[in-house]
């Protein structure tokens, strides 16, 4: 007998549908805390430059909005016992928006509060997150610093930014709604360092080395740049991966070719002068002119960049 196929669903299949259709276009304009903490510097960089473009299922967006739902919970179970919550910037209104001194990098704190019962005085940051039960019990077993590096650094970059001493790491286990609670010193050293790595990632105008030369390596396998990386694949084209645009102060950029200032939407669409930043590019340079340079790939064919001849 032949094996029937799986039931169809329509529904839930165009609910994903609408999660990835609604998605943006994958790119984040700044370099995120939430992202500081990662062990792969070339990583950070791909990300930073665009490299790869993030596209996620819609069963993976919902999961991201789910996360993000949770945070209006986290805030009314705190005010329910008497701490006062701020999830949004009275001057400003919306998301608590944190930037370093040259703009490119930061992120949005969840809130701020004090009140809380070991602490009554004192503002912490707050960060609250969801857990599997694998995750959660890994946490509960090690700590935020050991089982959660990134959600360590990143807490430690908005304390360093917002000023604050204190951050309040509140979590849920998924499958159980039990929650976890860590309050977490702000180590001033640490705080530095993150900011001087952020600084130095997005300022370098080649990508930093790789964390592991070897394609099979665990941090290499899951990494989503991994076919530029590893592969010889192209990265997306774009001014942020065109050897002309760099970041200047501001949060801004600039594109030395036409001398211009570069918006969102410009970085996004490039220009025919494009021109790939050469280490993004699996091939020995050969020769270049102002705009166009040759590569042998691999495979020892010659690949031209740029205007055509």
Same mark, same amino acid.
């Given at each position: ?66 996360? /993000?739902? &949770? !945070? @209006? ?5 705190? +005010? ?9 910037? $009275? %001057? ?93 010193? /702000?180590? &001033? !050293? @640490? ?5 001087? +790595? ?9 990508? $930093? %080395? ?97 205007? @055509?001849?």
């Amino acid at each position: 007998m032949a094996v029937l196929p799986p039931p169809s669903s329509p529904t839930v299949t165009a609910i994903y549908a609408a999660y990835e259709a609604a998605a943006d276009a994958g790119y984040r304009a700044h370099l995120g805390a939430s992202l500081i903490g990662a062990e792969c510097e070339r990583a950070i960089w791909y990300t930073f430059r665009w490299a790869t473009r993030a596209r996620h299922t819609g069963r993976l967006l919902r999961l991201f909005e789910t996360g /993000h739902l &949770a !945070e @209006a919970r986290f805030v009314a179970d705190l +005010r329910r016992i008497g701490v006062t919550v701020l999830d949004v910037d $009275p %001057a400003t209104g919306r998301q608590w928006n944190l930037r370093d001194a040259g703009g490119h990098f930061g992120g949005s704190m969840d809130a701020v509060a004090k009140g809380f019962p070991e602490a009554p005085a004192t503002w912490h940051v707050c960060e609250f997150k969801t857990h599997s039960a694998k995750s959660f019990a890994k946490l509960k077993a090690e700590g935020v610093a050991a089982s959660k590096p990134l959600h360590w650094s990143q807490m430690q970059a908005y304390m360093q930014l917002a000023g604050l001493d204190r951050a309040f790491y509140l979590a849920v286990c998924k499958d159980t709604d039990e929650l976890y609670q860590e309050r977490i010193r /702000h180590d &001033a !050293e @640490a705080g530095l360092r993150i900011l001087a +790595r952020a600084a130095r990632i997005i300022g370098a105008a080649r990508p $930093p %080395a790789r964390i592991s030369q070897d394609p099979t390596w665990w941090q290499c396998r899951f990494c989503d740049h991994h076919a530029v990386c590893h592969d010889g694949a192209a990265p997306e084209r774009h001014c942020r991966s065109c050897l002309h645009a760099s970041p200047v102060p501001g949060g801004d950029w600039h594109c030395a070719r036409h001398n211009a200032p570069l918006d969102r939407r410009n970085q996004e669409a490039g220009c025919a002068a494009h021109l790939y930043i050469p280490d993004l590019i699996d091939g020995e340079q050969l020769d270049a002119g102002e705009d166009w340079v040759s590569y042998r790939l691999p495979d020892n064919s010659v690949w031209r960049d740029g205007v @055509a001849a």
